[in-house]
C-alpha cells in the first residue's frame, strides 16, 4: 500500500509512535511518505521505501497566526496525487484530521480519492478536543475519518464520553515497541562508573504540566534518603526550569542530572533501575512502555491508561496522582528488596513483549488499512 502519515514530528510519544509505525511499514513493504513540518525525529537518515515531505507555513505580514492547517491540507492533497497514496494516516487529531478532511475534499473535486485514518493519543481528546475552541472541530474531523483508533481502552471511552459520537466506531490498537531495540542486554553500562552503587531513577518526558515533573523531584528526594540513589531526567518542556527549582530547594541536586532532548533513550533505559512517571492524566505512557520493555519497573499515577501498561504489584506500582510520598514509598519496597526488583524487571520485559510487541500491533493496523 502507499500510505502517508502526519504527525508532530518533534519529541512526544504520538510522533515517535508515528514514525516507529511508518519505519515498520516500510520494511514490510509499503511504500511510506512522512508528511510533516520537520524531520521526524525518530525517522533514520535513509530507509528504503520511505520519503519525506516537509509542510512550508508561508510567512506574510498580515498573518499573526500563518494558517499552517491549510499548508498541511495543501501538502497532502499533493502527495497524495503526486505518489497515488491509498490513505492518510493522522497521527492526534488537531489538527491534521481535519486537514485531511480538506485535502480529501480537495481530491474528490477533481474525482479522486484518499482513506482517512485517524489515531487518537490523548491530549486531542482529552484536553484540547474539550476546549470550547476546539470541540466542534474535534467531533466533526473525527466523525469525517474512516477508521478511528484510541491508544488505549480508557482512551476509547472517554473519546465516546467527550463526544457523544455513537458514529464513531473507535477501535483501541495500543502503542507497541521494538523489542530489538528496548532490550537491557544490548547496550554498556552507560551510567555504571558515574553512579557506582547507587540506584538509578530516570524520568522521560516532554516536561509539561500534565507530568507533574516536580512530583518525579519530591519523590527522588525521599527515595535517596533511604537508599543512595541518582536521578536522570531525559526531554524538555515548559516545567524544567521548575525541577530545577524543586532540585535545588530540596538539596539534591547534586544527585539529577537534566540532560535534556535525546533521540535515543533505549541504552540509558538499559542502564536505569526505576522509572518514575507521577503524570497528573496520562491515556497510554509510551515512555513508561520502553521502561518495561528494558527491564525497568515502573511507579506511576494510577490514571488513565497506565493501569493497561503497567501491572499494578507485577511490573511495577500505581499510586493515586499526586501522592509523592506513596509514589516514593513503592520506589523504596522496590528499589530496597533486590530479589522482588529483579523478579520484576524480568516479568515487565516479558510482559511487555507479549502484549505490546512491534509485529503484533503493526499487524493490526495494516488490517485495519486493508478494511478501510
Ligand atoms: O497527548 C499529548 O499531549 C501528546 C502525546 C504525545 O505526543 O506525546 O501524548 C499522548 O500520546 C502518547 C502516545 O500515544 C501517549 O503515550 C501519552 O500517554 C499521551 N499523553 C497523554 O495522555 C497526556
Redesign the pocket.
Known sequence: MKIGITC?PTY??????ATELGVSLATRGHEVHFITYQYPFRLPAFQPGIYFHEVDVGRYPLFEYPPYDLALAVRMHEVVLRHHLDLLHLH?AIPHATSAWIAREMLRETGSDVRLITTL????I??VGQDPSFHAITKFSIEKSDRLTA?SEYLRRETHTAFGCSACDVQVIP?FINPRVFDRTRYPPVLGSAAGARAVLIHIS?F?P?KRVRDVIRIFAKVRERIPSVLVLVGDGPDRVHAEDEAHQLGVEADVSFLGKLESVAPLLAAADLFLLP?Q???????ALEALATGVPVVASRV??LPEVVRDGETGMLCPAGDADAMAQAAIGILGDRDRWAAMSELAARDARERFSEDEIVGQYEALYRSA
Not at 512526544?12 to 509512535?17: E, I, L, M, P, W
Not at 493519543?121 to 486531542?124: Q, S
Open positions: 508532530y512526544g510519544g504520538s510522533g515517535a509512535v492526534y493519543h490523548g491530549t486531542d482529552t484536553i491508544v502503542n516532554n509539561r500534565v503524570s492524566t496520562e491515556s497510554f505512557g509510551l515512555s488513565g491508561g
